[in-house]
């Protein structure tokens, strides 16, 4: 799925993309997006939606996910998809079968605490 024209990007000062703001949601209320196109709780205004995505940054992409009953990690994130595999370290021998998941992934990837 491409990305919807009504969510508007939200960057970290290095410009890398976090998640996305979309207003036309829940009006009055905004609706943060994380990186894999999952939805935040609703937030009252556009500065807590940067604050909500702020806080959960990017450091969830180094999680392991459960995927299918796999364990997987993800290997790389593109607006319209994403690639995990089962190699869950970077070791040279750990390769791993790849999967490549449609964005957003909704509930297909659970995150594994």
């Not at 070791?91 to 079968?97: F, I, L, T």
Request: hydrophobic residues 40%; charged residues 30%; negative net charge.
């Amino acid at each position: 799925m491409p990305l919807p024209e009504r969510w508007i990007p939200h960057r970290r000062s290095d410009g890398e993309v976090v998640g996305w703001i979309d207003l036309e949601t829940a009006d009055p209320q905004v609706l943060p997006i994380d990186r894999l196109g999952r939805p935040l709780p609703l937030v009252d205004d556009w500065h807590d939606a940067e604050e909500a995505l702020e806080a959960i940054g990017l450091g969830f992409l180094m999680s392991k996910f459960d995927y299918r009953g796999q364990t997987v990690r993800i290997r790389h994130v593109y607006d319209d998809h994403l690639v995990v595999t089962t190699a869950v370290t970077d070791a040279v021998g750990d390769v791993g079968d790849e999967f490549t998941l449609a964005f957003p992934v909704g509930d297909q990837l659970i995150e594994l605490r």
